[in-house]
Nanobody
């Protein structure tokens, strides 16, 4: 069994910063891409940022220059540093990872989500 546990969400004023963390544990042989998605009320879940095992990154246009994704392969953790937050960044943020287990094929795994609320 694999778990992705997110932390770091909360309430912040516009212009502020938050850092999200997502730690993976369980039956993990290797992890390919990791990423952060978000879903605002009434909207579809969207990709915020992703990072490959080798460290290549890509970002949604709406967060470029403000958010930074990083990962620590030794700790099996992915981070999302969010600066200059805007009210439109308010959403539930989900961690995602492409994980191959010792006893399982590669699957896309999701965390439980963490709420980020940005007040104006």
């Amino acid at each position: 069994q694999v778990q992705l546990v997110e932390s770091g969400g909360g309430l912040v004023q516009a212009g502020g910063s938050l850092r999200l963390s997502c730690a993976a544990s369980g039956d993990i042989f290797s992890i390919n891409a990791m990423g952060w998605y978000r879903q605002a009320p009434g909207k579809q879940r969207e990709l915020v940022a992703a990072i490959t095992r080798g460290g290549s990154t890509n970002y949604a246009d709406s967060v470029k220059g403000r958010f930074t994704i990083s990962r620590d392969n030794a700790k099996i953790t992915v981070y999302l540093q969010m600066n200059s937050l805007k009210p439109e960044d308010t959403a539930v943020y989900y961690c995602n990872a492409e994980i191959t287990g010792y006893s399982d094929v590669q699957r896309s795994r999701w965390g439980q989500g963490t709420q980020v609320t940005v007040s104006s």
